[in-house]
């Protein structure tokens, strides 16, 4: 005769739900660390030090694709849906696909970079606190932002030392980056192609985007 075993009820559910924990986990490290391959990929090819790019979003949003602020600031590089619409045509929603967030928010900081003369510590204070007093290399950084910055530069010191970028590069990055910088999407809420058009006009790198971004 057969003999059935008899499960207790609450220790099903306890074995059920740590199995999900498992699997979810690792689900989460593998999007982490797809994440973290995108923001090399697009900082490599935006003319953005990768560790810097890696660092903003590690301060912004602990790399979370749903991290929403106070202030409405959406994404992994806390993009601000005015900034996205007035700065690139993107609309609010498209701020949830985390390439897109990642695009967007690694070209503003080279942008940034290049209205402030080449300082990174005042790209970052604008980045965090919004448009400095001044002009170029002379503007004022935002006194509240001096431990953002900092914070910053600490996490970018700490991905340089741990070789972060030499883990995270793609086989495109070794291959030579004139291959060029498309990169295929796979959202959650909408599979979009992606591509950095980059094209010099009058002596001047100029970007453009040609997205998809009625979703």
């Known amino acids: 005769m057969i003999k059935y075993l008899k499960f207790h009820k609450p220790t099903v559910i306890c074995v059920i739900f740590a199995f999900l924990l498992l699997v979810l986990s690792n689900v989460s490290s593998a999007d982490g660390l797809q994440i973290k391959k995108i923001l090399v990929d697009q900082a490599l090819g935006l003319g953005v030090p990768p ?23 959406r994404g992994i590089m806390q993009i601000m ?8 045509g993107a609309t609010a929603r498209s701020l949830w696909n985390p ?12 942008k940034l970079y ?3 003369d080449q300082r990174w510590d005042l790209a970052l204070s604008h980045y965090n606190g919004g448009t400095l007093r001044g002009r170029g290399g002379d503007a004022k950084p935002h006194r509240y932002t001096r431990k ?9 010191e ?17 291959q030579g980056l004139d291959r060029g910088s498309g ?10 192609r992606l591509k950095n058009i980059l094209d010099y006009r009058n002596g001047q790198l100029r970007r453009r985007f040609p997205w998809i971004l009625s979703f």
């Open 148 to 156: 953002y910055v900092n914070k910053v530069f600490q996490w970018q």
């Open 114 to 116: 290049k209205q402030y």
């Open 81 to 88: 849906p005015r900034t996205a619409r007035e700065e690139y």
């Open 51 to 73: 560790t810097l790019a890696l660092a903003v979003a590690k301060v912004e949003s602990d790399f979370n694709p749903n991290a929403l602020s106070s202030v409405g600031a």
């Open 99 to 110: 390439e897109i967030n990642i695009q967007i928010g690694v070209d503003y900081l080279y």
């Open 183 to 192: 990169i295929e999407i796979s959202s959650p809420r909408k599979e979009v």
């Open 158 to 174: 700490r991905f340089t030392n741990e070789n972060t970028i030499f883990k995270l590069r793609s086989r495109s990055d070794v």
